[in-house]
Nanobody
Framework: QVQLEDSGGDLVPPGGSLTLSCAVGGSTSVRSWEMAWFRQAPGKEREFVATIRRNSYTYYEESVKGRFTISRDNAKNTVYLQMNSLRPEDTAVYYC??????????????????WGQGTRVTVSS
């Protein structure tokens, strides 16, 4: 059983920074999975934000490129999402996800088998 615990959400002003964490539990290694972050704003569908593949390649949604960085700490079995230059439109509940997914399917939420409970990020002055 894979357990994902995401945390780190907070209220930050526009232009601020925040780091989200996703701890992987359940006797499994973070290196065994394609790990991703999705987000869901009020009234909108869940959307892809970023992924780090098992081979360590990373991919980002266009609007967060250059502002967000996904990374993985194998020793801590944790994935991070460093978010800089935050904008009001980044406001959402952010979810960590894990799966074994081919490259062409990495942006689809339906392909990920395991999910965290979500952590809320609010960007507002």
């Amino acid at each position: 059983q894979v357990q994902l615990e995401d945390s780190g959400g907070d209220l930050v002003p526009p232009g601020g920074s925040l780091t989200l964490s996703c701890a992987v539990g359940g006797s499994t290694s973070v290196r065994s999975w394609e790990m991703a972050w999705f987000r869901q704003a009020p009234g909108k569908e869940r959307e892809f934000v970023a992924t780090i593949r098992r081979n360590s390649y990373t991919y980002y949604e266009e609007s967060v490129k250059g502002r967000f960085t996904i990374s993985r700490d194998n020793a801590k079995n944790t994935v991070y999402l460093q978010m800089n230059s935050l904008r009001p439109e980044d406001t959402a509940v952010y979810y960590c996800a894990a799966g074994v997914i081919i490259l062409s399917g990495m942006r689809s939420a339906s392909g990920y088998r395991h999910w965290g409970q979500g952590t809320r990020v609010t960007v507002s002055s």
